[in-house]
């Protein structure tokens, strides 16, 4: 009789890259990000390993990879296939040593710790099976997606038995679903040629590449000075409306369109997002979005502190007559904080964070509450690796949870992929492209090469750099 398969071991990377000498990922509150992956592998008694990662944006990564290891070391000793019969209840477990769990609990540090582990589990979970993240839950009944779920503290607004039913009643049409998005992708939206750090040049340049590809929904971010956000805005909305940049052959989409209708769509069809990451009070939030009203976005994202329900619900209550909606949640601590943004009605758009959460346990939570509330699921991925996973989660989301993609768009940021052994892509319609293969899990293990060479402090690129190298601490 063969050995059972265990979980060994586990390694962690502290992995940097060095984004604040270009300016990508600025914004009005993060103003100098080194994008950083806090990186952990899952090792077993065989050929198979798990790999995850949350994301930071430089200085304390390594404070979340000294977190990840008290946390992957529960998982050591233990059978993978007596994890994997029901994931909710192993989920359950990572968050319950009592010391690790009295400093979030459930937030902060060690929840995307947690977010990092949980991740690297069900990565070696559709490796052992040889599917993709993606296709491995789909493939679960309606019953096995709810066992793998996280239900505490939201059965108050979703019980386990409302979930079964929801899913059971989208389960007849999974496969017709599967077959539509493997042939079409998934609608991706751009935000890498909004950082606020680039110069109006390069914003018009980015923008006019980013319709040729294809693209039709295009994030700005704002808040750190009102005339420069109505100039940039500006600027791309001259070439987004433009007929003229459409790429050869393309026809104008309709503004009126169900997928488009309250989006704001321009006379090509073209929605502008903006995105204030956090850095407003409520009332200077709302008097800021109505002067960036003549702009005509879809939506303010994270205008104010991410976990202020109620300010989100006042911001929202304030911004519908102009027709302006409101998306948050990259920053949103836990399903919890989710359930109760959509309690209180305070959000247009779900945008769930694939690390911010405590793995896919918790996100398939969120992705079953928007689909009660009948709230659009928009995943936050600005950041090293989140494409690589959100495409998944977003795939999961119209399979089998929601059914529809139809105003769903999934953030797409240009930056990094070429470090992972399988990098996302976006098809000449602006979409993503279906992770299809046997062996990539999650989708997020990394190159040897690109750990080698940005490992914090002593990668070959940070030995060779010494003047890039980050400051530990700032006064």
Same mark, same amino acid.
Request: glycine share 8%.
């Given at each position: 009789?063969?050995?059972?398969?265990? =979980? #060994?071991?586990?390694?962690?990377? &502290?992995?940097?890259?060095?984004?604040? +000498?270009?300016?990508?990922?600025?914004?009005?509150?993060?103003?100098?990000? @080194?994008?950083?992956?806090?990186?952990?592998?899952?090792?077993?008694?065989?050929?198979?390993?798990?790999?995850?990662?949350?994301?930071?944006?430089?200085?304390?990564?390594?404070?979340?990879?000294?977190?990840?290891?008290?946390?992957?070391?529960?998982?050591?000793?233990?059978?993978?296939?007596?994890?994997?019969?029901?994931?909710?209840?192993?989920?359950?477990?990572?968050?319950?040593?009592?010391?690790?769990?009295? =400093?979030?609990?459930?937030?902060?540090?060690?929840?995307?710790?947690?977010?990092?582990? @949980?991740?690297? +589990?069900?990565?070696?979970?559709?490796?052992?099976?040889?599917?993709?993240?993606?296709?491995? $839950?789909?493939?679960?009944?309606?019953?096995?997606?709810?066992?793998?779920?996280?239900?505490?503290? =939201?059965?108050?607004?979703?019980?386990?038995?409302?979930?079964?039913?929801?899913?059971?009643?989208?389960?007849?049409?999974?496969?017709?679903?599967?077959?539509?998005?493997?042939?079409? !992708?998934?609608?991706?939206?751009?935000?890498?040629?909004?950082?606020?750090?680039?110069?109006?040049?390069?914003?018009?340049?980015?923008?006019?590449?980013?319709?040729?590809?294809?693209?039709?929904?295009?994030?700005?971010?704002?808040?750190?000075?009102?005339?420069?956000?109505?100039?940039?805005?500006?600027?791309?909305?001259? #070439? $987004? &409306?433009?007929?003229?940049?459409?790429?050869?052959?393309?026809?104008?989409? @309709?503004?009126?369109?169900?997928?488009?209708?309250?989006?704001?769509?321009?006379?090509?069809?073209?929605?502008?997002?903006?995105?204030?990451?956090?850095?407003?009070?409520?009332?200077?939030?709302?008097?800021?979005?109505?002067?960036?009203?003549?702009?005509?976005?879809?939506? =303010?994202?994270?205008?104010?502190?991410? &976990? @202020? #329900?109620?300010?989100?619900?006042?911001?929202?209550?304030?911004?519908?007559?102009? !027709?302006?909606?409101?998306?948050?949640?990259?920053?949103?601590?836990?399903?919890?904080?989710?359930?109760?943004?959509?309690?209180?009605?305070?959000?247009?758009?779900?945008?769930?964070?694939?690390?911010?959460?405590? !793995?896919?346990?918790?996100?398939?939570?969120? +992705?079953?509450?928007?689909?009660?509330?009948?709230?659009?699921?928009?995943?936050?991925?600005?950041?090293?690796?989140?494409?690589?996973?959100? $495409?998944?989660?977003?795939?999961?989301?119209?399979?089998?949870?929601? !059914?529809?993609?139809?105003?769903?768009?999934?953030?797409? #940021?240009?930056?990094?992929?070429?470090?992972?052994?399988?990098?996302?892509?976006?098809?000449?319609?602006?979409?993503?492209?279906?992770?299809?293969?046997?062996?990539?899990?999650?989708?997020?293990?990394?190159?040897?090469?690109? $750990?080698?060479?940005?490992?914090?402090?002593?990668?070959?690129?940070?030995?060779?750099?010494?003047?890039?190298?980050?400051?530990?601490?700032?006064?």
């Amino acid at each position: 009789m063969a050995e059972p398969i265990k =979980i #060994v071991g586990f390694e962690t990377h &502290d992995v940097r890259f060095p984004t604040s +000498l270009s300016g990508d990922g600025t914004d009005a509150m993060n103003t100098e990000c @080194d994008y950083s992956s806090a990186y952990v592998s899952l090792l077993t008694n065989s050929e198979l390993a798990g790999y995850g990662m949350t994301f930071t944006i430089g200085r304390g990564n390594d404070i979340v990879c000294a977190a990840i290891k008290e946390v992957a070391a529960r998982l050591v000793g233990k059978e993978i296939e007596v994890l994997f019969a029901n994931m909710g209840k192993t989920w359950d477990y990572l968050v319950a040593d009592p010391q690790l769990r009295w =400093i979030g609990p459930e937030k902060g540090v060690i929840h995307i710790a947690t977010g990092a582990v @949980d991740n690297a +589990l069900w990565d070696l979970f559709a490796r052992a099976r040889e599917k993709p993240l993606w296709k491995l $839950i789909v493939d679960l009944s309606p019953a096995e997606l709810v066992a793998a779920t996280a239900f505490r503290y =939201i059965t108050d607004a979703l019980t386990p038995a409302e979930a079964l039913a929801l899913l059971e009643a989208k389960a007849g049409g999974k496969a017709e679903r599967e077959a539509a998005v493997r042939a079409q !992708g998934y609608p991706a939206y751009v935000t890498s040629a909004g950082w606020l750090g680039y110069s109006d040049d390069k914003v018009a340049r980015l923008t006019k590449e980013a319709v040729a590809q294809g693209f039709n929904h295009f994030k700005m971010k704002v808040g750190a000075d009102r005339a420069a956000d109505l100039r940039r805005g500006n600027i791309i909305r001259a #070439v $987004i &409306d433009d007929p003229a940049h459409l790429p050869a052959g393309a026809a104008r989409r @309709d503004p009126g369109a169900p997928a488009l209708a309250g989006k704001n769509a321009g006379p090509t069809g073209a929605v502008l997002m903006v995105d204030a990451n956090q850095v407003w009070d409520v009332p200077e939030a709302i008097a800021y979005m109505k002067n960036l009203a003549p702009l005509r976005p879809w939506f =303010i994202e994270e205008p104010t502190a991410p &976990d @202020d #329900v109620l300010g989100h619900a006042a911001i929202r209550n304030a911004l519908q007559p102009l !027709g302006i909606g409101v998306a948050t949640g990259e920053h949103a601590h836990n399903r919890i904080v989710f359930k109760q943004l959509l309690q209180a009605r305070a959000v247009d758009v779900v945008q769930i964070d694939s690390c911010r959460l405590a !793995g896919v346990s918790e996100v398939l939570a969120v +992705l079953l509450l928007a689909a009660k509330f009948g709230v659009p699921v928009c995943p936050h991925a600005g950041g090293v690796g989140l494409c690589e996973y959100v $495409i998944h989660l977003s795939v999961i989301d119209y399979v089998a949870v929601s !059914g529809s993609m139809e105003r769903n768009v999934l953030e797409f #940021v240009d930056h990094l992929h070429e470090h992972f052994v399988h990098p996302c892509s976006i098809n000449a319609r602006g979409r993503y492209n279906i992770p299809d293969k046997p062996n990539e899990g999650y989708s997020i293990e990394m190159h040897e090469g690109s $750990i080698a060479e940005y490992e914090w402090p002593h990668g070959s690129y940070w030995v060779a750099n010494p003047k890039v190298r980050p400051p530990e601490r700032g006064l």
